[in-house]
């Protein structure tokens, strides 16, 4: 079965420092996605990035930055410089790659991020 | 483009009644899938539709049911509801399956007293 790891549940930082969200996964398939959503206080969650397991490749955008590392089954996020508008709770989440079958995303119970002046 | 819309936005029933939630997926995708989230927990999968099939079901009792129509909207219906049932239900979207980035709605909160 599989399983999202996010052992920390709240982060605070001072605006402008940089923060790592962790994320760790369990999966049996050597095929897989990873993502990273995040919610604001409104509750929608908003896409920022998809992954698969071939790729391992970091990945920047922007303040963002995301860290894939295969061997040891994590997928960490960084925030540089970090905002204000940047507090939410982060969700990571996993799908096995299911061809003509229903794959469902699973993810961890959330990092609640809260950034201050 | 519109993004995912679900209604209504919040919903208050009493014990043993039943509720339809709706979504409507972004325009050209194929699959809604349904989650729960209860508060302070990530979103639990409930449900996946691809092309109107069921592709998926998670642990959820027999009491949860949904459907998708030939437009691609989606209905979720629960049955019989408990006060465990409270919690924010949300629906998404996506080109395929859930491997394709899925693209969340607002959610419907649900309070069941």
């Known amino acids: 079965a599989q399983k999202v790891t996010q052992a920390q549940t709240e982060i605070s930082v001072v605006e402008k420092e940089d923060v790592t969200l962790d994320c760790v996964y369990e999966?049996?398939?050597?095929?897989?996605?990873l993502f990273w959503y995040k919610q604001p206080p409104s509750g929608e969650l908003v896409f920022l990035i998809r992954r698969n397991s071939f790729d391992e490749q970091n990945e920047i955008s922007g303040r963002y930055s995301w860290n894939f590392q295969k061997s040891t089954s994590s997928f960490n996020f960084t925030i540089t410089a970090s905002q204000v508008v940047d507090s939410a709770v982060y969700f990571c989440a996993l799908s096995e790659a299911y061809t003509g079958t229903a794959s469902k995303l699973t993810f961890g119970t959330g990092t609640r991020l809260q950034v201050t002046l | 483009d519109a993004g995912v819309t679900q209604s209504p936005t919040h919903l208050i029933k009493t014990r043993g009644q039943h509720v339809t939630l709706r979504c409507s997926p972004i325009s050209g995708h194929k699959s809604v899938s349904w989650y729960q989230q209860v508060l302070g927990q990530g979103p639990q999968f409930i449900f996946q539709?691809?092309?109107?099939?069921?592709?998926g079901r998670g642990n959820f009792p027999d009491r949860f049911s949904a459907r998708q129509f030939p437009n691609y909207s989606s209905e979720l219906n629960v049955n019989a509801l408990l006060l465990g049932d409270s919690a924010l239900y949300l629906c998404?979207?996506?080109?395929?399956?859930?491997?394709?980035?899925?693209?969340f709605g607002p959610g419907t909160r649900l309070t069941v007293t």
């Open positions: 998404a979207s996506s080109l395929y399956d859930s491997t394709y980035e899925q693209y």
């Open positions: 539709y691809y092309e109107k099939e069921e592709r």
């Open positions: 999966t049996r398939d050597t095929t897989y996605y």
